[in-house]
Nanobody
Framework: QVQLVESGGALVQAGGSLRLSCSAS????????MAWFRQGLGKEREFVAG????????QYSDSVKGRFTISRDDDKNTLYLQMNSLKPEGTAVYYC????????????????????WGQGTQVTVSS
């Protein structure tokens, strides 16, 4: 079992920045593929960014590419999402997800391969 706890969500103005964190426990973080998803009110959950066990293998949705950066610190068992130039359409609950054991070279873009999910953290971007 893997437990995931997100933090860092907040109310921010459009154009601002936030950094989300996801702390993992229960299994060696090194073996997990990790990702961020988000779900806005009345919308389906969507992939935001993912990172494979090889730290240089990352994927981003087109809507966040160039503005968001995903990273991981295996020594701290923590996943991050640096979000810059935030837009009102980024208002959502952001979820951390883990795929264990994860691929070294591949980042799944759909939710189904991810076995573990956090409770989510609210990000609200005001215009």
């Amino acid at each position: 079992q893997v437990q995931l706890v997100e933090s860092g969500g907040a109310l921010v103005q459009a154009g601002g920045s936030l950094r989300l964190s996801c702390s993992a426990s229960g299994r060696s973080f090194y073996y997990l593929g990790m990702a961020w998803f988000r779900q806005g009110l009345g919308k389906e959950r969507e992939f935001v960014a993912g990172i494979a066990r090889r730290h240089e293998v990352m994927q981003y949705s087109d809507s966040v590419k160039g503005r968001f950066t995903i990273s991981r610190d295996d020594d701290k068992n923590t996943l991050y999402l640096q979000m810059n130039s935030l837009k009102p359409e980024g208002t959502a609950v952001y979820y951390c997800a883990a795929d264990g054991p994860g691929s070294i070279w591949y980042v799944p873009l759909s939710a189904s391969p991810y076995d573990y999910w956090g409770q989510g953290t609210q990000v609200t971007v005001s215009s």
